[in-house]
Each structure stands twice: as structure tokens, then as C-alpha cells.
């Protein structure tokens, strides 16, 4: 149940409505359709197929590909987010700062 293909399917679909709902749908197809953007997008789609073509684990290997692509400029935010939680993000930080998941510019892609 792992990768099943049905319920990856889903929740593609209803990240990108809720994408949708969130930014609007104008500025949804500015993001993806971004230059810099373009080969996340063309990762986040084809591993949206392959998972449809019954190729689940390669098809979500792909996405978190194509995610990390575009929405890599989101990992300093949330590495500043997760040094305020409370007990545990002083350690998290720690670990953030290993792997070096900095805020590279102050500048949000959106």
C-alpha cells in the first residue's frame, strides 16, 4: 500500500488543487511554467504518469526529483521554521546546518 499507484495518483492531483486554492490559479501556471522551474515541472509530470502506467516507486523517485527542484528555495524557510519548534529544534537546526539547507536568498519564487 506503500506505492499504490491509485492513492499517489490522488494525492498529486490534490496537491495541485490545493497549490491551486492557495496562490490561484494565474499564479500556479506563472510557478510552474517559470524557466527556471521548467525541469521540475517536466519531473513532477512524468513521475505523475509513470505512477499512472503502473511504474509507482521509479514515478515517485521521479517527482521528489521534480519537487526538490521546485520547491527547493522553499528549504531555507523551512529550516527557519523548524528552529522554533520547541524541545526538538535546536537539533533539528543542528541537522539542517550538516546538510546545508541554508535560505539561499531572501527572495520567495512565488
Known sequence: MFFDRAMLAMGNILFVLGLTL???LQKTLIFFARR???KG?????GGNILILLRWPLIGFL???YGIFVLF???LGTIAGFARNVP???PYLGA???AIGAR????ELPV
Open 22 to 24: 492557495i496562490i490561484g
Open 36 to 38: 527556471q522551474k521548467l
Open 41 to 45: 515541472t517536466a519531473a513532477f509530470a
Open 62 to 64: 521521479i517527482e521528489l
Open 72 to 74: 527547493g528555495d522553499f
Open 87 to 89: 524541545i526538538i529544534g
Open 95 to 97: 541537522a539542517l546546518d
Open 103 to 106: 535560505r539561499r536568498n531572501a
